[in-house]
């Protein structure tokens, strides 16, 4: 089985670049998405095969990978994007979402 | 505009089943797979299982297995999920979500969530 590992929280200054990393080696061989939720809200995709942003998305967010991790980023963050935000990978037929971080934007 | 419609909140008793439905609008049914999704409160993201909605191929999560049952009606546009002896632990927001236009898995569509709340 993969695992998925986030930090837990992340923390930022409005205006400040947020950086949040996803790390597991299922990362190696096949692409990742993210997802950002609010509360009483259904996950919004924001990036897709690592670096790939949908339209729509703002483009303060962007994504980058690394052997087996990867990271979104999100440049110039405001209050509104305080959310959780989970990678997401698949490989053959296992799935998996990281645990979600929490970013706190104040 | 694409739309998944998800069906209303349901209360069980340990040990009963649940069937949520996510009616799918705006696109055609059988050219994107369906994802279910669920959350407990409070917890993350946690995946459950896929469904190829032209030739109905499941991939459950091996947690699930033996307990989850995903299928479609093509000609509703709807696909289902039951899940069968139900715990407290399965207490949660249950969402579909439609693949993305190049790769199967969760995109940018997702259903407005399903509470299914377990107690006795």
């Known amino acids: 089985s993969y695992e998925l590992t986030q930090p837990s929280s992340v923390s930022v200054s409005p205006g400040q670049t947020a950086r949040i990393t996803c790390s597991g080696d299922?990362?190696?061989?096949?692409?990742a998405r993210w997802f950002q939720q609010k509360p009483g809200q259904a996950p919004i995709l924001l990036i897709y095969?690592?670096?790939e942003r949908p339209s729509g998305i703002p483009e303060r967010f962007s994504g980058s990978s690394s052997g087996t991790t990867v990271t979104l980023t999100i440049s110039g963050a405001q209050v509104e994007d305080e959310a959780d935000y989970y990678c997401?990978?698949?490989?053959?037929?296992?799935?998996?979402f990281g645990g979600g971080t929490k970013l706190t934007v104040l | 505009q694409v739309q998944l419609v998800q069906s209303g909140a349901e209360v069980k008793k340990p040990g009963a089943s649940v069937k949520v439905s996510c009616k799918a609008s705006?696109?055609?049914?059988?050219?994107?797979?369906i994802t279910w999704v669920r959350q407990a409160p409070g917890q993350g993201l946690e995946w459950m299982g896929w469904?190829?909605?032209?030739?109905?191929?499941?991939n459950y999560a091996q947690k699930f297995q033996g307990r989850v049952t995903m299928t479609t009606d093509t000609s509703t546009g709807t696909a289902y999920m039951e899940l069968r002896s139900l715990r407290s632990d399965d207490t949660a927001a249950y969402f579909c979500?439609?693949?993305?236009?190049?790769?199967?898995?969760?995109?940018?569509?997702w259903g407005q969530g399903t509470l299914v709340t377990v107690s006795s």
């Open positions: 997401y990978s698949a490989a053959d037929k296992w799935v998996v």
């Open positions: 095969k690592d670096i």
């Open positions: 979500a439609r693949d993305r236009d190049d790769s199967s898995g969760p995109g940018g569509h």
């Open positions: 469904i190829n909605t032209y030739n109905g191929n499941t």
């Open positions: 299922v990362l190696a061989k096949t692409y």
């Open positions: 705006g696109y055609i049914f059988t050219n994107y797979g």
